[in-house]
């Protein structure tokens, strides 16, 4: 390690001398004795082609599918070249927060770009400059929707667990209460929601579409929330979004949701970014930052960080969050990808995952044994019954072809544009196989 530390051994020990102390343990001489290591257990240091082949090794062992049929969260889009390509840029991989807007101009309007992005998608008047992933924002969200007088979250059975999870731990945390939303057939049940809407209730999360792939009665939802005074918060698929109604245009205040679909691959699970936007109503409540657009002295376009929630900082006791950091790679990254694909060809990529989910569920439904679990609208996932499930799985995975998640109620399939219609004909008949045998 000494020879990453950029001081040298006489410039240390002159420092040391500076601050009246003549070696490193007088820095720690109110720790007790018996705390201190007499040494740690590491290997010894590898030289960097040892490391490359360890790490080689290493990488060689995960899996990666050609044929990837499962979503429930995380999905295999297409993503075009340019949209590695501009991120891994130094400018941008290596910078840091944007505090000095006369220097960050360029990541600025990158954060700029992608909020403005966000709210054509979603319908809203503002949007943050993104937080850690989309369960995250889902929880930021109910947080800063609670006050004195309202202290409970109701949030959709329907919606992914992960997301339900997340919301919990942050209730817990607070000590506000989280009431979960039965499920009938695969979507919110509204006849239960309208006796959990009290007069305590702060805001209603639901997911559209939800975790089971199904469309949820999204407007009237928003219809019965809103009469109880409550703020309704939807949970969205951004490439859902290209051909969706918005969450605006169904009565939504707050739109929320995992952005890993727009440009970044599935990467064993991260990292990811949770997009959060708004109705101008909550703009100040948003959590993290929001970087405006204005002019210079001169009269030249500029941007500068306009807000930040100052309670994170100043009044820690009065904040609804302590975000005041942002995925801004991986914000970039989105921008990159929603100004590549253009609203044509994000439509175009909805449009072919909705078609090919259905013919995939077409076919499998052919299948003695196979049915769907819940037949309303549905997007590009879907559950399925399936008998001897396990042996299904694993000839398919034997095929290269990751198949649909095993769920309670079944298989939860996801089909995107990146799949063939050959590899869709190509699992249909290895099911097919598999439960004739």
Same mark, same amino acid.
């Given at each position: 390690?000494?020879?990453?530390?950029?001081?040298?051994?006489?410039?240390?020990?002159?420092?040391? =001398?500076?601050?009246?102390?003549?070696?490193?343990?007088?820095?720690?001489?109110?720790?007790?004795?018996?705390?201190?290591?007499?040494?740690?257990?590491?290997?010894?240091?590898?030289?960097?082609?040892?490391?490359?082949?360890?790490?080689?090794?290493?990488?060689?062992?995960?899996?990666?599918?050609?044929?990837?049929?499962?979503?429930?969260?995380?999905?295999?889009?297409?993503?075009?070249?340019?949209?590695?390509?501009?991120?891994?840029?130094?400018?941008?991989?290596?910078?840091?927060?944007?505090?000095?807007?006369?220097?960050?101009?360029?990541?600025?309007?990158?954060?700029?770009?992608?909020?403005?992005?966000?709210?054509?998608?979603?319908?809203?008047?503002?949007?943050?400059?993104?937080? =850690?992933?989309? $369960?995250?924002?889902?929880?930021?969200?109910? !947080?800063?929707?609670?006050?004195?007088?309202?202290?409970?979250?109701?949030?959709?059975?329907?919606?992914?667990?992960?997301?339900?999870?997340?919301?919990?731990?942050?209730?817990? &945390?607070?000590?506000?209460?989280?009431?979960?939303?039965?499920?009938?057939?695969?979507?919110?049940?509204?006849?239960?929601?309208?006796?959990?809407?009290?007069?305590?209730?702060?805001?209603?999360?639901?997911?559209?579409?939800?975790?089971?792939?199904?469309?949820?009665?999204?407007?009237?939802? +928003?219809?019965?929330?809103?009469?109880?005074?409550?703020?309704?918060?939807?949970?969205?698929?951004?490439?859902?979004?290209?051909?969706?109604?918005?969450?605006?245009?169904? *009565?939504?205040?707050?739109?929320?949701?995992? &952005?890993?679909?727009?440009?970044?691959?599935?990467?064993?699970?991260?990292?990811?970014? *949770?997009?959060?936007?708004?109705?101008?109503?909550?703009?100040?409540?948003?959590?993290?930052?929001?970087?405006?657009?204005?002019?210079?002295?001169?009269?030249?376009?500029?941007?500068?960080?306009?807000?930040?929630?100052?309670?994170?900082?100043?009044?820690?006791?009065?904040?609804?969050?302590?975000?005041?950091?942002?995925?801004?790679?991986?914000?970039?990254? $989105?921008?990159?990808?929603? /100004?590549?694909? &253009?609203?044509? +060809?994000?439509?175009?990529? /909805?449009?072919?995952?909705?078609?090919?989910?259905?013919?995939? $569920? %077409? $076919?499998?439904? !052919?299948?003695?044994?196979?049915?769907?679990?819940?037949?309303?609208?549905?997007?590009?996932?879907?559950?399925?019954?399936?008998?001897?499930?396990?042996?299904?799985?694993?000839?398919?995975?034997?095929?290269?072809?990751? +198949?649909?998640?095993?769920?309670?109620?079944?298989?939860?399939?996801?089909?995107?544009?990146?799949?063939?219609?050959? %590899?869709?004909?190509?699992? !249909? !008949?290895?099911?097919?196989?598999?439960?004739?045998?």
């Amino acid at each position: 390690m000494a020879s990453y530390v950029p001081s040298t051994k006489e410039e240390r020990q002159e420092m040391l =001398y500076t601050v009246g102390v003549s070696d490193y343990r007088d820095l720690y001489r109110d720790v007790p004795a018996e705390m201190y290591l007499d040494g740690l257990n590491l290997p010894s240091g590898m030289s960097e082609l040892e490391v490359r082949q360890k790490m080689t090794a290493m990488a060689a062992k995960n899996r990666v599918f050609p044929t990837v049929l499962r979503g429930a969260g995380a999905y295999d889009h297409y993503i075009p070249s340019i949209v590695k390509y501009i991120p891994a840029k130094e400018e941008f991989l290596t910078a840091y927060t944007p505090y000095q807007a006369e220097m960050s101009q360029g990541i600025l309007q990158s954060i700029f770009e992608y909020q403005t992005d966000i709210c054509e998608l979603t319908g809203m008047d503002v949007s943050n400059a993104s937080v =850690y992933d989309g $369960a995250t924002a889902a929880a930021e969200t109910a !947080a800063m929707c609670r006050d004195r007088k309202r202290r409970v979250t109701l949030i959709s059975g329907a919606a992914h667990p992960d997301v339900i999870q997340t919301v919990k731990t942050y209730c817990y &945390g607070t000590g506000d209460e989280l009431r979960t939303i039965p499920v009938k057939d695969g979507k919110t049940d509204l006849a239960a929601m309208k006796t959990l809407l009290t007069p305590d209730v702060a805001s209603v999360y639901i997911q559209q579409p939800n975790f089971y792939g199904q469309f949820e009665d999204a407007e009237v939802i +928003g219809q019965l929330v809103h009469e109880n005074g409550s703020v309704y918060i939807m949970g969205c698929n951004p490439i859902a979004l290209a051909i969706m109604k918005t969450p605006k245009d169904c *009565g939504a205040d707050i739109a929320v949701g995992e &952005g890993q679909p727009l440009g970044m691959p599935l990467s064993y699970g991260g990292p990811y970014l *949770g997009f959060m936007a708004a109705t101008e109503k909550y703009m100040r409540k948003l959590p993290g930052r929001i970087v405006g657009q204005t002019v210079d002295s001169e009269g030249n376009r500029a941007f500068v960080l306009s807000l930040q929630a100052r309670e994170q900082h100043i009044r820690r006791e009065k904040a609804s969050s302590n975000i005041c950091s942002n995925e801004a790679l991986c914000a970039l990254t $989105a921008g990159v990808y929603m /100004a590549a694909m &253009g609203p044509e +060809g994000m439509a175009q990529a /909805a449009k072919q995952s909705m078609a090919k989910a259905h013919y995939l $569920a %077409e $076919a499998l439904c !052919a299948i003695d044994g196979v049915s769907l679990v819940y037949t309303g609208p549905f997007f590009h996932e879907f559950v399925t019954t399936m008998p001897k499930a396990e042996a299904v799985l694993e000839a398919l995975e034997k095929a290269g072809i990751l +198949g649909g998640l095993p769920i309670s109620e079944g298989i939860l399939w996801c089909a995107t544009e990146k799949v063939s219609k050959a %590899e869709l004909d190509r699992t !249909a !008949a290895i099911v097919k196989e598999v439960l004739n045998a």
